[in-house]
């Protein structure tokens, strides 16, 4: 053979790969490969005038509706209201707090930090108190921004971050109570468990707004926000406990019969044995219960705070913006599925990392 020749290559492999994967999912058979072309087809035919309306005909640059001369959707609505969308009504010169508060969450939300127990102290201690005096002000020579000018992105944020953060621990505290064999404790758990989980968010939120200041003392005022996200905590901690009482009852009891033979006390066993492995069962139901309090800080719209949507909402009412309403409400949508999507995302990577059955 002469040196010049060069040897045939193999046939490509259609077993693994994109061309693997299609052919084993896609186009198995006859009927799978018909049925996948129809599904297809009618799938472009839907998704096609919605594409063409969102981002084809779209308009994207200007400053007043006339800008909108399309058939499609009109996003310089969100444009020009976008400052109001993120920031709600915080005053445009004191709007970099804001922007400290975001980097900082961003920030703390990379997984992979180096030093995670510092990072994890700061995150639940110091990240928490640091955001509270930015956005608040008053103190270190910052000028104090009431919780009524809150509003916008960060205003749902600041509720979803402080219910998760809450509800939490109160939630676990809760479920050992209702599995406690003290019946006092016992009891006191089921009754705040099934008494909050028996009414709706939007009539705590509506008493903890109007009929709580008609019970406290003369003089005494409570911020709204403040009501709002106390209200939010509680009603949320006791689905949290029945999430985690599930994982508790999974755990075999062999676990904990196993501790208490090495010598460890109550609260050693569920901080060390049991409670790391419940929480790791159910972190699927958790995160769930997350996702429906981030989506369910719009109802604080009825005791006047003004969240992402009620902004939204407030903005289509403008006379200089009728008919735009879509738009809003797409934005709006979008938004929350961004958030929604990347906590579920988060979930799962937390899952695999904690995956010890191999």
């Keep these: 053979m002469s040196s010049d020749m060069i040897a045939a290559r193999p046939a490509p492999d259609q077993r693994h790969g994109i061309v693997g994967w299609l052919r084993a999912n896609l186009f198995s058979g006859p009927i799978n490969s018909i049925v996948t072309v129809v599904v297809l087809a009618l799938l472009v035919r839907l998704l ?18 006339q800008a909108c001369t399309g058939d499609g959707a009109c996003w310089v609505f969100i444009s020009v209201r976008l400052n109001q969308i993120v920031y709600g009504f915080y005053p445009e010169a004191m709007r970099w707090r804001v922007d400290i508060v975001f980097a900082l969450f961003a920030l703390l939300a ?38 009524r000018q809150w509003g916008g992105l960060m205003l749902t944020l600041t509720i979803a971050a402080v219910g998760i ?58 911020d709204k926000l403040l009501r709002a996200l106390i209200g939010i905590m509680l009603f949320w901690s006791a689905y949290m406990a029945e999430v985690v009482r599930s994982g508790l009852q999974a755990i075999p009891t062999g676990q904990g019969e196993a501790g208490a033979a090495l010598g460890l006390s109550y609260w050693q066993r569920m901080g060390l044995i049991i409670l790391p492995q419940a929480l790791k069962l159910v972190i ?33 009412t403008d006379s200089a913006w009728l008919g735009f309403a879509i738009e809003g409400y797409v934005f709006a949508a979008l938004v929350y599925w961004v958030f929604c999507f990347s906590m579920s995302r988060y979930s799962q990577y937390i899952e695999r990392r904690l995956h010890t059955g191999h």
Excluded: C, Y
């Design 110 to 147: 990379i997984p992979r930090l180096p030093f995670k127990r510092i990072v994890g102290v700061f995150a639940l201690i110091g990240f928490p108190v640091i955001a509270w005096v930015l956005l608040l002000g008053g103190v270190f020579g910052l000028t104090p921004v009431p919780t």
């Design 48 to 65: 096609w005038p919605v594409l063409d309306w969102a981002l084809i005909d779209a308009d994207w640059v200007g400053s007043t509706r």
């Design 165 to 222: 953060v809450g509800s939490l621990p109160i939630g676990v505290l809760l479920a050992l109570g209702r599995r406690s064999k003290m019946p006092l404790v016992k009891g006191a758990s089921v009754v705040f468990i099934e008494f909050w989980r028996g009414v709706p968010l939007i009539t705590v939120l509506f008493m903890a707004s109007v009929m709580l200041p008609l019970f406290a003392p003369a003089g005494t005022e409570f």
């Design 284 to 316: 699927p139901g958790i995160v769930n219960t997350f996702i429906a309090l981030f989506k369910d800080t719009s109802l604080v719209l009825i005791i006047g705070l003004f969240d992402l949507l009620a902004v939204i909402q407030s903005g289509l």
